[in-house]
């Protein structure tokens, strides 16, 4: 049995006010005068005003937070869209960008809501909310165009008359990007000074100089100001960090106790690398230990010879005797001063841990024991005990073009601060370190090298010329290789990385 079902129509009706044929809906009243009884929009304002920072290109989102969103992107509409207050009582269908001018200031949104009006009866409605944008700088960018607003200061300081360690330093920062959160960088004669917005960024870089350097530090707080009524405080927090003035090549006379308890027979011991910890090497018997940050300011003691006092040398015969430890070995050395050669028949003979270096001929950098003149209380552990006549450091490589480097590092964007040094002697000092990174792998390791721009640029210009000087360069003479570079060269000055955000 088959049963038909005819579909209904609504009969057709007059609308209670215009009188209009319609079909029949619960309100007998047509679109048109529904719309003209009821606003579903009321209480939605038609024009809100956004805040934009056009240093970062961001939007403030109340609060405190920015976001950043492209103009007409969906990030930048679902911004928009939820800073529209009374869209909780409609529904949203659809919103979408109306074009504006880029420069008019101006964002236009085209929303289309709708909401149950009578009984049964839904109605639906376009309107356009316009975004007035007005500009407000970030906290962030406020700090950076304000270079004295600073909230927590890192003061790292290293009592040395050079600034070798701080070329290291600044090498680790680049590589481990420890400084993105720095307001600024300062110069001082004995050190650095780091500002930062937040006292948390602060103690994160202690704890990353910790980390790579032997140091201790000390806090202090300084009082801006003070609100009796909520009883709240406004600090500005000074961090001092001490690196121990002990770096690469120095010279130590250990005090007796603690030679003893790192294993040392006689208290002249060599720094060949300087980390979190101190590396040290006797290089009579190779022994070799590390000392950290506590132990050393424990003890207190200074250097008793430095990089400074390096006297050049001229290895005449060198006698293998043997023992062997990591990449050094034991060598005997018949050694002279290079500026006696000529003049006097002195001498000298001395064991050596550059056994592995050193060849008849060769050059080397050492401290001349025999006639330096030191404080009698730094040679106090050396007191009944001989006395080396020399304690070679390292091998010196004479032929050198520093032109011809086809590797660079990075530098800090760093301001000038009062009681600058010569910049003739730091220019020397930061060559000096250049060499020592071209001439040990092991310590340019904790360096990013980038290829030399200026060099590649002169290669292609020089051609053959170019070919002709390697050919006298020293074979012998330890280069970067290219694989140790990047590719690109990056800057990471603090003033460049605001340009390219405005």
């Known amino acids: 049995m088959a049963v038909n079902f005819e579909q209904q129509t609504l009969p057709n009706i007059l609308c209670c006010l215009c009188g209009i044929p319609m079909p029949s809906n619960p309100s007998n009243m047509c679109v048109n005068c529904i719309r003209g009884q009821v606003d579903i929009t009321e209480g939605i304002p038609k024009q809100v005003s956004i805040y934009w920072c056009r240093n970062c290109g961001r939007y403030l989102q109340p609060p405190h937070h920015w976001l950043t969103a492209e103009l007409e992107s969906p990030q930048l509409l679902t911004f928009c869209v939820k800073r529209i207050k009374g869209l909780s009582k409609v529904r949203l269908v659809d919103a979408g960008f109306v074009w504006t001018e880029p420069h008019s200031r101006r964002l ?156 040392f027979a006689t208290p002249l011991v060599l720094v060949w690398k300087v980390s979190s910890l101190l590396h040290l090497i006797d290089p009579v018997s190779l022994t070799t230990s590390e000392m950290n940050a506590t132990q050393y300011f424990k003890e207190g003691f200074r250097a008793l010879s430095s990089s400074a006092l390096l006297v050049e040398y001229t290895i005449l015969d060198v006698t293998p005797l043997g023992p062997t430890n990591r990449k050094w070995a034991l060598a005997e050395v018949q050694l002279a001063r290079s500026v006696d050669l000529g003049c006097n028949d002195t001498i000298f003979f001395a064991k050596t841990h550059l056994g592995h270096l050193l060849q008849p001929g060769d050059l080397a950098m050492g401290y001349d024991l025999a006639s330096g003149n030191y404080n009698e209380s730094d040679l106090a552990p050396m007191r009944n005990r001989q006395m080396p006549d020399v304690i070679l450091v390292k091998k010196v490589f004479p032929k050198r073009n520093r032109n011809k480097r086809i590797w660079d590092v990075n530098r800090l964007a760093i301001e000038e601060g009062e009681g600058k040094r010569s910049e003739t002697k730091l220019q020397k000092e930061f060559e000096e370190f250049k060499d020592e990174l071209e001439e040990d792998k092991e310590y340019r390791s904790g360096v990013n090298l980038v290829k030399s721009q200026q060099q590649h640029t002169k290669q292609q210009q020089g051609g053959d010329s170019m070919m002709d000087e390697d050919e006298d360069e020293d074979p012998a003479f330890p280069g970067v290789s290219v694989d140790e570079l990047i590719e690109d060269m990056v800057d990471m000055a603090l003033d460049d990385e605001e340009e390219d955000v405005e």
């Open 108 to 263: 236009k949104v085209k929303l289309t809501v709708q909401r149950e009006v009578f009984t049964s009866t839904i109605l639906q409605q376009v309107f356009i909310v316009e975004f007035v944008v007005n500009n407000q700088m970030c906290e962030k960018c406020t700090k950076n165009e304000a270079k004295d607003t600073w909230n927590a200061v890192v003061q790292a300081r290293q009592r040395t008359l050079h600034k070798r360690t701080f070329f290291y330093l600044e090498q680790l920062i680049l590589k481990h990007n420890a400084h993105g959160t720095t307001v600024n960088i300062k110069d001082v004669p004995d050190g650095l000074d780091f500002f930062f917005g937040h006292r948390s960024h602060a103690l994160k870089f202690v704890d990353f100089l910790q980390a790579v350097a032997p140091c201790r530090f000390k806090t202090s707080e300084h009082l801006v100001s003070h609100d009796e009524h909520s009883n709240t405080f406004n600090y500005k927090y000074t961090f001092l960090v001490e690196i121990a003035p002990i770096c690469r090549e120095d010279l130590l006379c250990l005090p007796l106790k603690t030679a003893n308890s790192l294993g």
